[in-house]
């Protein structure tokens, strides 16, 4: 199996030697792939024409990871940088996703300085410095895509500029990596040199023929996830059927028993709901069993007809919606109601002691000269009534 990078370079060698030979039955069909790379995206444009990919290249993705179409072409920037691109496409999202993943933990094992960064085009990405380029590899929807800069600088800024212009170009599919690799204990950190697995003939390609691996069965579209947690490695197959995940459990504990009697090497397992859990490389059976315990399995319904439940989750979800909102309007009127009483009580406060001090501070109204006046504002102290004039007086 061979890197996208050595790929991209066999692929020029061949392209420039035999150009002029009929090999259009020896290629992986471009299709697919060449509409999604045009003549320019955004400031960039095409230098080169698109190149096929000879398939006995590509045997195992093909095989594997339902790869059906691939093209590569060279961009070139304003600045006259150049950029090499190799747009795969694949039968599904999980295809896509496995391709990176391969990549990725490909370029983990290789020594790269630094290793490699998390980026943020498409739907998952990563970067990295090889010792002459800067690579970015991408996947979005059904695409996977291999970058590499003209090389000179280890800034990755061009590259990564680029990235998110093709990416942006792109249908995003389902939005989102497997949720498989979500169940991984710590997935945030395993996800790095994780690998997804879409065929059972990638299993047996990792594991020796002889393994329990041997008699995993992806029918059905099983998908798994391999993962390594320091000299342990956690491997979770899924099935999409309780009665799939019933027959490989029975030729999975079946196989391990026939691998104990032989005095063979075997492998810690437990099925989980529709997960097959499997830990390789254990110190002990203790830190098999704890690694074990963090795999959680999440049951996920989905109707290969109408849902019959559909009204009953309709009301439900309109039942709670309403719901909410009445709560909210009654806590927000609750607010504005608190918070009007405490803005009239302070302004009320206010009001009053400023009237209080204009009273005691207005000096006292004579009546002399006959004049009568009513006291209605009661800023006039009141009269003492014994030094008015009585009657007769």
Same mark, same amino acid.
């Given at each position: 199996m061979f890197s996208r990078k050595f790929r991209t370079f066999l692929l020029s060698l061949a392209f420039s030697l035999f150009s002029f030979a009929p090999v259009i039955a020896q290629n992986l069909p471009t299709n697919l792939a060449a509409k999604l790379l045009p003549e320019k995206l955004g400031e960039f444009r095409a230098a080169s024409p698109l190149k096929a990919t000879k398939k006995? #290249?590509?045997? +195992?993705?093909? +095989?594997? +990871?339902? #790869?059906?179409?691939e093209a590569s072409r060279t961009y070139v920037a304003k600045d006259g940088q150049r950029l090499s691109v190799t747009l795969s496409t694949s039968a599904s999202d999980a295809g896509a996703y496995a391709l990176l993943t391969e990549e990725r933990r490909r370029a983990e094992s290789s020594g790269n300085e630094g290793g490699t960064t998390t980026g943020n085009i498409g739907t998952a990405s990563y970067f990295y410095w090889d010792g002459l380029h800067n690579? #970015?590899?991408?996947?979005?929807?059904?695409?996977?895509?291999? *970058? *590499?800069?003209?090389?000179?600088s280890r800034d990755s800024q061009l590259l990564l500029d680029f990235g998110k212009t093709l990416a942006e170009t792109l249908d995003k599919g389902e939005g989102d990596i497997p949720v498989l690799i979500k169940h991984l204990p710590d997935w945030q950190k395993a996800s790095r040199t994780a690998l997804y697995v879409t065929s059972d003939k990638t299993l047996k390609r990792y594991f020796a023929d002889g393994s329990v691996f041997s008699v995993v069965s992806f029918e059905g579209g099983a998908q798994a996830v391999v993962a390594n947690y320091k000299e342990q490695g956690l491997i979770i197959v899924e099935f999409n059927t309780p009665q799939l995940a019933t027959d490989n459990d029975q030729r999975i504990v079946t196989k391990i028993q026939d691998l104990r009697n032989q005095g063979q090497p075997i492998p810690a397992y437990r099925r989980v709901g529709n997960y097959a859990v499997f830990v390789v490389g254990a110190p002990n059976e203790q830190a098999a069993d704890e690694l074990i315990d963090q795999v959680k399995y999440q049951q996920v319904v989905q109707w290969l007809g109408e849902n019959p439940f559909l009204y009953e989750e309709a009301t439900r979800e309109f039942t709670e919606t309403t719901l909410g909102v009445f709560v909210s309007v009654v806590k927000a009127s609750g607010l504005a109601l608190v918070t009007c009483f405490a803005v009239g009580g302070l302004l009320g406060g206010f009001l009053f002691i400023r009237r209080r001090a204009q009273q005691r501070a207005v000096e006292a109204y004579t009546d002399a000269g006959g004049m009568l006046r009513l006291n209605l504002d009661e800023m006039t102290p009141q009269t003492d009534p014994t030094k008015l004039l009585g009657r007769g007086n």
């Open positions: 006995e #290249l590509v045997a +195992d993705e093909i +095989d594997r +990871d339902g #790869l059906i179409s690579d #970015l590899v991408f996947y979005k929807g059904r695409v996977s895509v291999y *970058i *590499i800069d003209g090389g000179g």
